[in-house]
Nanobody, 120 residues
Framework: QVQLVESGGGLVQAGGSLRLSCAASGRIFSVNNMGWYRQAPGKQRDLVAMITRNGNTNYLDSVNGRFTISRDNAKNTVYLQMNSLKPEDTAVYYC??????????????WGQGTQVTVSS
């Protein structure tokens, strides 16, 4: 079984920074795309940033230039560095990854979510 465990959320003032981490654990053979989504109350879950195993990235337009996604393949961990945070960034942030456990084809997994709150 594969689990994604997130950390790093919290409360920050506008203009501040936070760093989210998400580690994939279990009987993992390989991890392909990893990403971060967010969902604000009453809104749909949106892709914030995605990174391929080779390091190619893409970002939601509203966070481009402020957020940076990175990963450590040796640790099966993905990070999201969030700078110049705005109140509209407030949401629950979810980690997402395509993982292959030993003997099992790739499946898509979600973390439990971590709250990010940006005060004005």
């Amino acid at each position: 079984q594969v689990q994604l465990v997130e950390s790093g959320g919290g409360l920050v003032q506008a203009g501040g920074s936070l760093r989210l981490s998400c580690a994939a654990s279990g009987r993992i053979f390989s991890v392909n795309n990893m990403g971060w989504y967010r969902q604000a109350p009453g809104k749909q879950r949106d892709l914030v940033a995605m990174i391929t195993r080779n390091g190619n990235t893409n970002y939601l337009d509203s966070v481009n230039g402020r957020f940076t996604i990175s990963r450590d393949n040796a640790k099966n961990t993905v990070y999201l560095q969030m700078n110049s945070l705005k109140p509209e960034d407030t949401a629950v942030y979810y980690c997402n990854a395509d993982c292959s456990a030993w003997g099992i084809a790739f499946k898509n997994y979600w973390g439990q979510g971590t709250q990010v709150t940006v005060s004005s």
